[in-house]
Nanobody, 119 residues
Framework: QVQLVESGGGLVQSGGSLRLSCAASGSIFRLNIMGWYRQAPGKERELVATITSGGSTNYADSVKGRFTISRDNAKNTVYLQMNSLKPEDAAVYYC?????????????WGQGTQVTVSS
């Protein structure tokens, strides 16, 4: 079993910052790509940012220049630094991790953390 536990969500004013964390634990063999997704009410879940084990990153156009994804491989943790937050960034943010095992790769999701941005 693998668990992804997110933290760091909350309420922030427009223009403010938050830092999300997601720690993986359990039967970890190899952590491949880790990422953050978000889902606002009435909308589909969308990619925010991903990062490979080597540190290569990918961002949604809507967050480029404002959000930064990073990871600490020794701690099996991925972070999302969110600056210049806008009301449209409000959503439940989910951590995702692709785990590699000898038998194959499997994706896991965290439980989500709420980000609310007041205007």
């Amino acid at each position: 079993q693998v668990q992804l536990v997110e933290s760091g969500g909350g309420l922030v004013q427009s223009g403010g910052s938050l830092r999300l964390s997601c720690a993986a634990s359990g039967s970890i063999f190899r952590l491949n790509i880790m990422g953050w997704y978000r889902q606002a009410p009435g909308k589909e879940r969308e990619l925010v940012a991903t990062i490979t084990s080597g540190g290569s990153t990918n961002y949604a156009d809507s967050v480029k220049g404002r959000f930064t994804i990073s990871r600490d491989n020794a701690k099996n943790t991925v972070y999302l630094q969110m600056n210049s937050l806008k009301p449209e960034d409000a959503a439940v943010y989910y951590c995702n991790a692709d785990m590699g095992y000898p038998s194959g790769s499997y994706g896991y999701w965290g439980q989500g953390t709420q980000v609310t941005v007041s205007s």
